[in-house]
Every structure is written in C-alpha cells, then in structure tokens.
C-alpha cells in the first residue's frame, strides 16, 4: 500500500501569494494532521482533520487554513505570504480510532522570496 | 499546555556503542509517546512508541522506557549503525484526538 503521499515536493513563492499544499492519506486513514518544521526544529502542529471535520487548530494565524475532502485527502492554504512561513510542511495521517499512530509523508518544502 | 524538552540537541558515537536520548514532558495525562527518525529531505518516519500503561518496549537494536512518575522517556539504540545516522524526535500526546507536541529533536551521528 502507498504511504502517504504529498505535492507539490518544492514550492518557489514570493511575499504576499497564496500557496496551497495537497495531501493524500494512507489508504483507510480518515485523519490528517498537518504540521510546519522549521529548519532545526521539530513539527509545529497547524491543524488535524477527522471525518472532514476540523478536530484541533494550533496557534498559527487566520491565514492558514485547511480542509479535509469526502476521499479523506486535505489542503493546506496558506494566504499572505511572508518570509518566515518558509518551511517543511508535514502531513500525516492516521486511522482515527483509539490507537491513533501519526504517519508521515515526504513534506513540502516551501520557500518565500 | 504540554511541553517537551529532549537532550542531547547533537550526540556522536561509534559505530557499535549504544545511543540513548531523552525527553521530559510536562503534562501528567500525556499517555502515548512515539519515537521518530527524520533523514535529509525525508518527512519523520516512526521507529518505535510507547504507551504509559507499560514501561519499557523493545523491537530488535531500538528500546523505549518510560518513567511516568519522573515525566521522563529515553530512546535505546544499541549496536548502532552508520545509518542510524539521523534527527531523532520524541513526542507526547495527552488524549485520543489531541495533537502531538514534539521535541526540538537529537542530531546522532554514528561514526564508522
């Protein structure tokens, strides 16, 4: 079965754009959790969904938001671009049942010019 | 909100010693703790996890033990590896559906 699976693999955007990153969940996985890691840090949890329902936000602005579709693959839309939102951009999904293990796909680099 | 602390930031052994990070958290119903390996350019991959109703787990060269009454939790690699080579995270969750924190994670490098 495919883990899974994120795009774009890199983003190039400039101050002020809109991004919006794809993620697609192992395969019966009905959760999915988005985090940021900035270089040298460990993941920032930014929102998980389960069932299309927004279940936790993190303390990241209103400019990012996000939404989970009936096939249980998401977006992450990040509006507003600034600088320091140049980051790793992590999603990992999860069965949503009780034992709940996060797993992780490949990221998306984004950097802002 | 909970808080996890791990040290090293950066440890070096030999290839064959043992590696043993650790991580204290701060919130007493966090109950689940996973244990994961970044390498360059990859997103964490989960090497081992525990939970708090037992104390230690083992899989092969990799253990976890868990001292809930310290708050603290340690990653054992033993006959380590070059490419056990990498950026090691630690993470709690307190509750089913609560998210992960993590730790700001261990550079190990593994010297042949």
């Known amino acids: 079965d495919a883990g899974v699976t994120q795009s774009p693999t890199h983003l190039i955007k400039t101050r002020g754009q809109h991004v919006t990153l794809r993620c697609s969940p192992i395969?019966?996985?009905?959760?999915v959790s988005w985090y940021q890691q900035v270089l040298g840090q460990g993941p920032q949890f930014i929102f998980q969904?389960?069932?299309?329902?927004?279940?936790g936000r993190g303390n990241f602005p209103d400019r990012f938001s996000a939404r989970q579709f009936p096939n249980y693959s998401s977006e992450l839309n990040v509006n507003a671009l600034l600088l320091g939102d140049s980051a790793l951009y992590l999603c990992?999904?999860?069965?949503?049942?009780?034992?709940?293990?996060?797993?992780f796909g490949p990221g998306t680099r984004l950097t802002v010019l | 909100g909970e808080n996890v602390e791990q040290h090293p930031s950066t440890l070096s052994v030999q290839e064959g010693d043992s590696a043993v990070i650790k991580c204290t958290y701060s919130?007493?119903?966090?109950?689940?703790f996973p244990w994961y390996k970044q390498e360059l350019g990859k997103g964490p991959q989960l090497i081992i996890d525990?939970?708090?109703?037992?104390g230690e787990k083992k899989d092969q060269r990799i253990a976890v033990t868990l001292n809930k009454t310290a708050k603290h939790f340690s990653l054992h690699i033993t006959e380590t590896q070059p490419e056990d080579s990498a950026v090691y995270f630690c993470?709690?969750?307190?509750?089913?559906?609560?998210?992960?924190?993590f730790g700001p994670g261990t550079r190990l490098s593994v010297l042949p």
């Open positions: 990992a999904s999860s069965g949503g049942g009780a034992t709940d293990t996060q797993y």
């Open positions: 395969s019966g996985h009905k959760s």
């Open positions: 969904y389960y069932e299309k329902e927004e279940r």
């Open positions: 919130d007493s119903a966090s109950n689940y």
């Open positions: 525990i939970r708090s109703n037992v």
């Open positions: 993470a709690a969750r307190a509750y089913y559906g609560q998210n992960f924190v």
